[in-house]
């Protein structure tokens, strides 16, 4: 039976927090505050529309997770900027371990898919600038029923557009509430754990198994058995 991945692409194999170079002509020395306030209100904005279940795109969430950041920062950025910042969300870059980590896996045979809350259009445009769309069978985005993880219904979506079963179905994230929501839809999972500093929510659940970086995963789940 091929084993199934599921790579999740925001913060997993793409670094959200590369945006803060499209933000240094807007926000200079506070890109990086203006970075890490958008990415957490983008999730924020995807959580309460999945409970609200008045679905808007992930493109939108981040279009208003921008606005909310310039009110709550200060910063006023013309419409112009914020349609290239917009745009520069398509051309972030991938993680140094995520380049070198998936054409072996792809060789030992796993099938790979990306699996995202991103539109797969923008999905498809931002993995191909990245250089790893050649490495998957396929990209499967929450849109395509109108949800957001950590709904359960996207993960039984992942089962059913990569014909795998939960049993030898891997989500791989860099998100614990991505991995919890996988786990709690009976799926494997493994959390990369890229800082030290990175703490897992401590709810009853466990990662599958918890690596460093994604070089690691084919091992992980070769001992995991």
């Not at 949800?147 to 993960?155: D, E, I, Q």
């Amino acid at each position: 039976m091929t084993v199934i991945l599921g790579f999740d692409v925001y913060g997993t194999l793409i670094d959200t927090a590369g945006i803060a170079s499209a933000l240094q002509r807007y926000a200079g020395e506070r890109a990086d505050e203006f970075a890490g306030i958008w990415r957490d209100k983008q999730l924020e904005y995807s959580f309460r529309r999945a409970l609200m279940q008045n679905y808007r795109s992930f493109t939108v969430c981040t279009r208003e997770a921008l606005e909310y950041t310039c009110r709550v920062v200060g910063i006023d950025i013309p419409a112009e900027g914020k349609k290239d910042l917009m745009a520069a969300y398509t051309k972030l870059p991938p993680f140094a371990d995520a380049v070198e980590a998936l054409p072996p896996l792809q060789e030992a045979g796993y099938g790979l898919f990306a699996f995202s809350n991103g539109p797969a259009a923008d999905l498809t445009v931002l993995l191909e600038n990245a250089g790893l769309l050649g490495f998957f069978q396929d990209v499967v985005s929450t849109d395509e029923i109108k949800s957001f993880k950590p709904n359960p219904a996207v993960y039984a979506h992942f089962l059913r557009r990569s014909s795998a079963t939960a049993k030898a179905a891997w989500l791989v994230s860099g998100n614990s509430f991505d991995v919890i929501g996988a786990l709690s839809a009976g799926l494997n999972s493994a959390w990369v754990k890229r800082s030290a500093a990175a703490v897992f929510d401590p709810w009853e659940f466990t990662p599958t198994v918890e690596i460093s970086a994604l070089t690691e995963l084919g091992a992980a789940i070769a001992e995991a058995g």
